[in-house]
């Protein structure tokens, strides 16, 4: 997404089979926010459209799931950002929905 930091990423990989799809979309966000920090980015939005996963990284209270200590590895991580924000985008984000697209076509 074209923001005011100028930079659009998006990472594509593969993990270990997750069966679980909030631990993937965890891991996911974690995994980037880490190749972020190796590559010296300062400021960061991330977005996700698994609402219940920007939510529990955006609260304060710790997150009582089976994936809450990624969660809480997130939080910790996007503190020693300058800036780092976690946002929901919805499905019917047409940029977000392209991007993924073309996502799953590199994957390949």
């Known amino acids: 997404r074209k923001t005011d ?3 659009l990423g998006l ?3 593969k993990f270990i089979p997750q069966y679980d799809p909030p631990t993937t ?3 996911a966000i974690l995994y980037a926010l880490r190749c ?3 590559l010296a980015f300062n400021k960061l939005v991330v977005e996700s459209d698994a609402w ?3 939510e ?3 609260s304060p209270s710790s997150c009582d799931t089976s994936y809450g200590n990624i969660i809480e ?3 910790e991580l996007t503190m020693s950002f300058e800036s780092c924000f976690v946002r929901y985008v919805g499905r019917d984000d047409k940029l977000a929905h392209v ?3 073309r996502a799953r076509d590199f994957a390949d």
């Open 5 to 7: 930091f100028g930079f």
């Open 99 to 101: 991007t993924a697209s």
């Open 52 to 54: 219940v996963i920007v």
């Open 25 to 27: 979309e965890t891991l």
């Open 73 to 75: 590895n997130i939080k």
């Open 11 to 13: 990472w594509v990989g």
């Open 36 to 38: 972020e920090k190796r």
């Open 56 to 58: 529990a990284i955006n």
